[in-house]
């Protein structure tokens, strides 16, 4: 199985930045893709940015410009640094890795959320 726990949530106020973490742990033989999620209160789960094993990106319109992801693939571990935050970024953030276990299994991975609050 593969474990992935996130870190760095928080609240913060309209214009700030947060780094968020996640550390993917297990039975892990390689992963390729790895990304942040968000859901907010009522809205569906929504793609924020994903990043391939390679370094390819890509991100949702709304972040394009403030949030930039980064993968340390030694470490197994993806981040988003997240700058000019607004108060519609505020929602819950979802780690996510496509991962093949050793026992060559290949599988959708989510961690437990963290949460994100913009607001003055």
């Known amino acids: 199985q593969v474990q992935l726990v996130e870190s760095g949530g928080g609240l913060v106020q309209p214009g700030g930045s947060l780094r968020l973490s996640c550390a993917a742990s297990g039975s892990i033989f390689s992963i390729s893709a790895m990304g942040w999620y968000r859901q907010a209160p009522g809205k569906q789960r929504e793609l924020v940015a994903g990043i391939t094993s390679g370094g390819n990106t890509n991100y949702a319109d709304s972040v394009k410009g403030r949030f930039t992801i980064s993968r340390d693939n030694a470490k197994n571990t993806v981040y988003l640094q997240m700058n000019s935050l607004k108060p519609e970024d505020t929602a819950v953030y979802y780690c996510?890795?496509?991962?093949?276990?050793?026992?060559?299994?290949?599988?959708?991975?989510w961690g437990q959320g963290t949460q994100v609050t913009v607001s003055s």
């Open positions: 996510n890795a496509v991962a093949t276990t050793t026992g060559w299994r290949r599988g959708n991975y």
